[in-house]
């Protein structure tokens, strides 16, 4: 009986020495499994953080259980995809910085001639306005008659006595001297004025191509009657 029992004892204890080591060895398998498992998809984890904070990752490696490697693949397609979206933003970047750079030299240029037409005429409308006061004053002042034409004969200004004027009471400026002379005396008006237009057109042409001013200029000179 002593020995049986001895023998029933040594056969649990070798047993339980057993079972502790299945355990030990499902317990080691275990761990190594859910590693083989879970390091890729940690691996996954870190990748798309990276992408999350901008910095694209490199392709992640395939691993060998299937459903991981399929999860994987499909990361990479994205990374990829996110890769090749970020390079054409960066360039299409770069295009609108340099359309920007040159709208924007475009329109400082274009700015700064602006304002130089305008300093410009600025300049010129108050050398008229000057002129014209001056023209103003030098009209007061005259006691002869001075009567000034456009090319087609219209009056622009006039000054005369009137004790020395034809029809003194007629508004004469923006008529024509065929609305205020006899026939006959305003085509004789009308024929100086083109021969005067063609002696300025002639002085300005021999200014152009001569240093030298002409010393003296030709006066044309009507003579006419008036009732």
């Known amino acids: 009986a002593e020995n049986f029992m001895q023998g029933v004892n040594l056969r649990n204890q070798w047993g339980i020495l057993l079972s502790l080591a299945m355990l030990a060895l499902a317990t080691g398998l275990g761990l190594l499994i859910t590693r083989w498992v879970t390091q890729p998809i940690l691996q996954l984890s870190d990748a798309a953080q990276s992408i999350a904070e901008g910095q694209i990752v490199q392709p992640v490696t395939i691993n060998r259980v299937k459903e991981v490697n399929a999860l994987t693949q499909s990361f990479n397609r994205m990374a990829h995809q996110l890769r090749a979206t970020f390079a054409s933003l960066a360039q299409t970047n770069e295009e609108l910085e340099v359309r920007v750079e040159d709208r924007t030299f475009e329109l400082t240029s274009k700015n700064e001639q602006l304002l130089q037409e305008i300093s410009d005429r ?3 409308e108050e050398a008229l306005r000057d002129s014209q ?3 103003q004053l030098m009209f007061a002042a005259m006691i002869d008659t001075v009567i000034v034409f456009d090319h087609e004969g ?4 006039y000054i005369q006595s009137p004790s020395l004027t034809y029809k003194p009471r007629l508004n004469r400026i923006g008529k024509t001297v065929y609305e205020v002379l006899p026939t006959e005396t305003a085509h004789l008006f009308f024929e100086a004025i083109q021969r005067a237009l063609h002696q300025r ?3 300005q042409s021999f200014n152009t191509y001569c240093d030298v001013l002409p010393l003296s200029q030709t ?3 009507v003579e006419y009657y008036l009732p």
Not at 154 to 157: G, I, N
Request: proline content about 0%.
């Open 122 to 124: 600025e300049k010129a």
């Open 154 to 157: 219209r009056y622009l200004r």
């Open 219 to 221: 006066s044309i000179n």
């Open 201 to 203: 057109e002639q002085y």
């Open 133 to 135: 006061s001056e023209l």
